[in-house]
């Protein structure tokens, strides 16, 4: 049973628009929460990560929005870009720790 | 930057062969992690170690097991591969205290077990 759960599996968007990625927990122990980059051929890459003490983070164009009661978190990605095209990953640890539970993983496509 | 290698980009076994599968990183990270990656399934652990010669159980260790003998190095071994083993499997190192967390990847090995 996936402690991380992440939706939509797929997801295709026209260039400029604003893909939203969710994910939900269960464990309310889970204070981390990492978002990982995967393009074709490479292993994944922390692209942003919030911690429950803030409600919304933003870096560029990727902003992970953050629901404590609601024990869900999403990212979006304003203005995307055919070079956004990539499978993201939510994440999620206690304490920051060495371990992290992934979310099942979305593939985006930006069509330009 | 950190650099994680893993042995091989793809493998082709026969069912009951002993698998090994090495990674390597050249950041003296005392953490070091074993993943497969399924569609759907997204990353799941099956083994990690904190220290040299040191390991500890992920959420699908069973038909595997680790190799820790040096700190740089993690090995990742199928004792005796079968078909369910397909896989892409990738290896992961990071800094304990780092305060992103942040795990390095290796660019995977895409295992195939006939």
């Known amino acids: 049973q996936q402690q991380v759960k992440q939706s939509p599996q797929s997801l295709i968007v026209q260039k400029g628009g604003i893909p939203i990625i969710n994910c939900a927990y269960e464990?309310?122990?889970?204070?981390?929460f990492p978002w990982y980059q995967q393009f074709p051929g490479k292993g994944p890459a922390l692209l942003i990560a919030?911690?429950?003490?803030?409600s919304e983070k933003k870096e560029g164009r990727f902003t992970i929005s953050f629901n404590k009661s609601a024990k869900q978190f999403s990212l979006h990605i304003m203005d995307s870009q055919p070079g956004d095209s990539a499978t993201y990953f939510c994440?999620?640890?206690?304490?920051?720790?060495?371990?992290?539970?992934f979310g099942g993983g979305t593939r985006l496509m930006v069509k330009p | 930057d950190v650099k994680v290698t893993q042995s091989s980009r793809y493998l082709v076994k026969r069912t009951g062969e002993k698998v090994f599968l090495e990674c390597v990183q050249d950041?003296?990270?005392?953490?070091m992690f074993w993943y497969r990656q399924d569609p759907g399934l997204g990353l799941r652990l099956i083994y990690f170690s904190y220290d040299v010669k040191m390991k500890e159980k992920g959420d699908i260790p069973e038909g595997y097991s680790v190799s820790r003998e040096k700190k740089e190095r993690f090995s990742l071994i199928l004792e005796s591969a079968s078909t369910n083993q397909t896989s892409m499997y990738l290896c992961a190192s990071s800094l304990t205290g780092n305060f992103y967390n942040e795990q390095f990847f290796g660019p995977g090995t895409r295992l195939t077990v006939l």
């Open positions: 950041m003296d990270h005392e953490n």
């Open positions: 464990n309310t122990a889970f204070d981390y």
């Open positions: 919030i911690r429950p003490d803030v």
């Open positions: 994440a999620a640890s206690i304490d920051a720790g060495n371990m992290l539970t």
